[in-house]
């Protein structure tokens, strides 16, 4: 959220030098709208009479005292004031550190108004913390009677020179700032305007009015999400003209049905399991989208494990029998690696024509696989970022999948798509989107779910252990080596930096392998490590030559090891929720009960303990992400934070969720009130340039 007209610079403000702009700067504020915008992050209710013998219960007095002597502590002249004061309830002192000038203004016999936080010393209600203001008997109070916003600060910043700035912008500015929202839209939604809605988040006249301004705010900010996300949806309805449709698919699509069937059909006999009923469902939403005029933009999320890649390769034979190019682009080469080995094995003997290209793809090999793809005679190439590169030109891109696609950017996503036209796009993930990020972020798409397992899984039994018990998880896991199962120990850190308390991956990978269990064969893995080893030591793990690895979160995603039965999380308190859910996915993918080891810092709080509880009670990683999301907030989980997607101000998705329904809903209604709306040269409102969320989505669409 920006305030447009108000984007001077606050060096134009009255008093604010070189050192104090560094301090605003430190805290993101440059412009006037940036100051207005920084709002409090708690307040200092001073409307309640509190006397001073709430004091003694730790509560923040806030009440008229008499002074009733002046004293000394110590001599000299470090000496320091002391000031007993008393109201109806009680007697205190005011211990002056560093104000001794207050002897003058704190007179005995006077009264003033004063607001301080006392603790009992020497049996005597004392404050060094307090503010005083004078009272006299026919004028109201400046800062007593009110509630006092008190802000995040930096540098040399106090909460005075905070009010200060912010109210005397407040009161210069205030008549600039626009409403944005029609008044009908306003008034019906029961909304502050946004100049009152400003006044009373910084300094509010009551803690009721202050919560419908914070509101006001936030309604405002979703609106305008919102307004963009369903604005993408609805021009990529519109968007129908523009793709050409391809002539198979349009002339013959009884023909490519039956046709399509068979390629499927053959995939499915050969497989030695039938697909779940969610997979099946998934499908046919996916073969509805493929075979209507319009392109796809559709999210499959589903539990690690949960079938998506295979659903993924059965949806892509119906693309590539009618003609069409598929590509399938996965986060990690390892991850592409075992895709192309998976689609290798299960492909090819049907005739499809395959290529994998990564950056570590050797020259005249990468040479060869362009020239192909360009001449069609690739219908799945699979890899990684690699394959959006420059100099990747498809002949018929009809098709691009995405596995893990939280790990890519909206931006990549869609240089992906650029090079087809139109292509559909299918997204996979298995962290899934926790409904309300579902609204906003990824408004866009539609959405599958895979939230049965294939049958046959058993569930993984959930251990947490205190770091001193650590020794009896290393005996459990011994017994499995013992079974031929193997193991993943999993450590925050790489190395030893020698500034942390955290065991490492590579420390512990010796220690492990020389103390623990010597003899036993080991592998060290983490994203340090050259590709190419890194490959060669998982293809070792998956043979069974390795009976255990020691990493780094980098085997969080996707790896498939069926014999892995143990997977050992040191400071597992270091990871989030969805992390530990997708690390503890690695294990219980055969037919054998597995065991995760989470194992917690033995100074752990009650409240991270609780949260370390969650992974015990739950295998359901919808519930885990929404309970992360509630924990850390939703940046985090979907990878937005680090593509700069969304940054809201004044609203929280997940408090706010009624309200961002609402504003989903109304702007749906606007929208279909005006198509012109549709197109970034309209604006939504009248009344200059639109102010926008800060999503970096819309200009690359244009
Ligand atoms: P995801 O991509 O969701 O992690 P995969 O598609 O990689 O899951 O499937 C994980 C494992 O389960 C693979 O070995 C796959 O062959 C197997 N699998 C997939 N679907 C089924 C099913 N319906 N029944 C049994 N096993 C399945
Ligand atoms: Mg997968």
């Not at 503010?131 to 106090?158: C, H, M, N, R």
């Not at 005996?475 to 999993?490: L, M, N, P, S």
């Not at 790489?494 to 064969?521: C, F, N, Q």
Request: aromatic share 6%; with cysteine.
């Amino acid at each position: 959220m920006y305030l447009r007209e108000l984007q001077k610079p606050i060096t134009e403000l009255h008093g604010i030098g070189k050192s104090t702009f560094t301090a605003y700067a430190a805290l993101g504020i440059t412009t006037w709208s940036d100051l207005l915008l920084h709002f409090p992050r708690a307040y200092e209710d001073r409307t309640a009479v509190r006397p001073l013998s709430s004091g003694y219960g730790g509560e923040p007095v806030n009440t008229i005292v008499e002074v009733l002597s002046h004293s000394f502590i110590g001599s000299g002249p470090r000496r320091t004031l002391k000031v007993t004061v008393a109201d109806e309830s009680a007697t205190a002192a005011l211990v002056c550190f560093g104000r001794n000038f207050l002897q003058d203004m704190l007179r005995v016999g006077r009264r003033f108004y004063l607001y301080g936080t006392f603790s009992l010393k020497y049996h005597e209600l004392q404050t060094s913390a307090f503010e005083v203001e004078p009272w006299l008997p026919d004028q109201p109070p400046k800062a007593f009677g009110q509630i006092l916003p008190l802000y995040p600060l930096s540098g040399k910043l106090t909460q005075q020179r905070l009010r200060k700035d912010i109210s005397g912008l407040l009161s210069a500015k205030i008549k600039y700032i626009e409403n944005e929202l029609p008044e009908e839209l306003r008034e019906s939604t029961g909304l502050l305007p946004k100049a009152e809605a400003l006044e009373n988040i910084h300094f509010p006249r009551s803690m009721k009015v202050r919560e419908l301004a914070r509101k006001s705010l936030a309604y405002e900010e979703l609106l305008y999400l919102q307004l963009m996300v369903r604005r993408r949806v609805l021009r990529r309805q519109e968007s129908v003209p523009l793709r050409q449709i391809s002539s198979s698919k349009s002339a013959d699509q009884l023909g490519a049905d039956q046709l399509g069937e068979r390629l499927g059909q053959r995939l499915r006999k050969k497989l030695p399991f039938s697909l779940t009923a969610d997979q099946e469902t998934v499908l046919q939403e996916i073969e509805a989208d493929l075979m209507s005029p319009r392109p796809m933009a559709r999210l499959v999320q589903g539990d690690v494990g949960s079938g998506k890649t295979l659903t993924a390769f059965i949806s892509a034979l119906s693309v590539i029998e009618r003609g069409g190019q598929t590509a399938f682009m996965a986060p990690t080469e390892l991850l592409a690696r075992q895709h192309a080995e998976n689609a290798a094995a299960l492909l090819e003997p049907l005739g499809i024509r395959l290529a994998y290209l990564t950056g570590s793809v050797p020259k005249n090999r990468r040479g060869l696989i362009l020239k192909a793809l360009l001449a069609g005679d690739i219908d799945l190439i699979i890899g990684t970022h690699a394959l959006f590169s420059k100099d990747v030109v498809f002949r018929n891109l009809r098709y691009v999948i995405v596995d893990e696609q939280h790990r890519f950017g909206v931006l990549q996503r869609i240089a992906l798509s650029n090079k087809g036209d139109l292509p559909d796009l299918l997204l996979m993930t298995a962290t899934p989107i926790p409904r309300t990020l579902a609204l906003t972020v990824f408004g866009d798409l539609d959405v599958s779910s895979i939230r049965t397992m294939p049958p046959g899984r058993l569930p993984v039994k959930t251990h947490l252990a205190a770091e001193k018990s650590r020794d009896r998880v290393y005996a459990a896991v011994r017994v499995e080596f013992e079974r031929g199962h193997q193991a993943y120990f999993v450590y925050p850190r790489i190395e030893d930096t020698g500034k942390s308390e955290l065991r490492d991956a590579e420390s512990m990978y010796r220690y492990l392998s020389e103390t623990v269990y010597p003899g036993i064969p080991a592998g060290l893995i983490h994203s340090r490590i050259a590709e190419d080893d890194k490959l060669s030591i998982m293809e070792n793990f998956r043979q069974g030559k390795l009976s255990y690895l020691v990493s780094t979160s980098v085997v969080e995603v996707g790896v498939d090891v069926p014999n892995a039965a143990c997977m050992v999380i040191e400071h597992a308190e270091r990871f989030g929720l969805s992390a530990l859910h997708q690390l503890r996915g690695r294990v219980g993918r055969g037919s054998v009960q597995s065991y995760a080891f989470l194992i917690y810092s033995d100074e752990l709080s009650p409240e991270g303990k609780e949260r370390l509880m969650v992974m015990r009670e739950s295998h359901d990683g919808f519930v885990i992400a929404e309970k992360d999301l509630r924990i850390r907030g939703p940046g985090e989980i979907a990878g937005t934070r680090q593509s700069g997607f969304l940054k809201l101000t004044a609203a929280d998705i997940i408090l706010d969720h009624e309200l961002l329904l609402q504003a989903r809903q109304d702007a749906d209604r606007i929208l279909a009130s005006d198509p012109g709306l549709l197109h970034p040269v309209n604006q939504v409102f009248p009344g200059g340039a639109q102010p926008r969320p800060h999503l970096d989505d819309d200009r690359t669409e244009g």
